[in-house]
């Protein structure tokens, strides 16, 4: 018996189940889903590794990384995602582009090919509401951006989910990021002003830095006129050397990174030692009445990215293309009637000239 082909869920697809689900109810089952996983509430067993990669330096500076999960007796899942900061200008891409792989975890067969990168983007939003939601005080109105590309889009629209924002204040060195910043959010016009770095500081009650700032040219807000209970999810550091606030502002703060080891790697942890260091993000959620008694203090979601995070879009995806019949299915793997035949896939005359060689000698 064959196994099954493998389900591949392109842009198209994505695009198929979005129109049919809307992206209110997919950012609140990915919310409701990674706070599941992340809680360890009842079901398969999960567990992922800390990502690997390299770091690319030409021909210009990038990363290129895998970040693999599991779901015990159900999915392994992993993620291959590339950090070029230098796409948008230079080819035409968005800095982050991913790939979704899900295989069965009984057999091994590669199950479902996912695209990553709009995955990625949704996942991000959802981890900063899951972590705001503990972390900011529940009355936050104005929502502060600094940095107005892909991520600060998906982070908007993610932390509505969970707050009644009035008032979207964006800034970002690109000018031409700024000013299409509200046409990409798709929201009413006056809902999202350009403002002064220090005004989106001062009057910010949840601030997200989602910036390409390079290593070492760090940081990207001031930080010395925040609002005394602004909760800040720090996007933007993702690699070593890179970091996006002032170590003051961290040092004053309860930070709760994504994941310890790898936000001290890669995130604003790596600016602090690791009693500086306040509880993770799994942490805050299987506990979040203690930490919500957080909010009139500064607090700050130090984001990396984790593995289990994608694992859930994984699924998600997978589910929902399976649900509304969209992607398409495809043989990969090289199998057929006989496991134990590693040339049974081949056409019959192939194998059978391969034979006729081998009796003529």
Known sequence: MQAERTHIVDAEA?????????????????????????????????????????????????????????????????????????????????????????????SGHLRAVVDGTFATAIRTGAASALASRVLARPDAAVLGLVGCGAQSVTQL??????????????????????????????????????????????????LCTATSVAPRHGPVIRGTALKPW??????????????????????????????????????????LAPEEIGPSLTEILQDADAHQKLSPVTTVYDSTGLALQDLVMVEVFEELARELDVGHRIAIEATADDPQDPYSFLPGPVTRSWAARLGAR
């Open 14 to 106: 994505i695009a198929a189940i979005v129109a049919k689900v809307g992206l209110g109810h997919l950012y609140d089952l990915t919310i409701a889903r990674m706070e599941a996983v992340l809680t360890g509430a009842p079901g398969a067993r999960v567990e992922m590794k800390q990502r690997d990669g390299f770091l690319l330096e030409a021909p210009q500076l990038g990363l290129l990384e895998w970040m693999p999960a599991v779901r015990h007796g159900v999915t392994v899942s992993i993620k291959i995602v590339g950090y070029n900061p230098h796409n948008p200008v230079k080819n035409r891409l968005p800095t982050i582009l991913s790939t979704l792989c899900a295989f069965d975890a009984d």
């Open 157 to 206: 629209h993610a932390l509505s989910r969970v707050f009644p924002f009035t008032e979207v204040l964006v800034c970002d060195t690109d000018v031409r990021a700024e000013n299409s910043f509200e046409a990409r959010a798709r929201l009413p016009e006056g809902v999202v002003r350009i403002a002064p770095l220090a005004e989106v500081e001062e009057r910010a009650d949840v």
């Open 230 to 271: 602004v909760h800040i999810n720090a996007i933007g550091s993702d690699m070593p050397g890179k970091t996006e606030l002032p170590l003051d502002l961290l040092r004053g703060a309860v930070v709760c990174p994504d994941h310890m080891e790898q936000a001290r790697a890669e995130g604003d942890c790596q600016q």
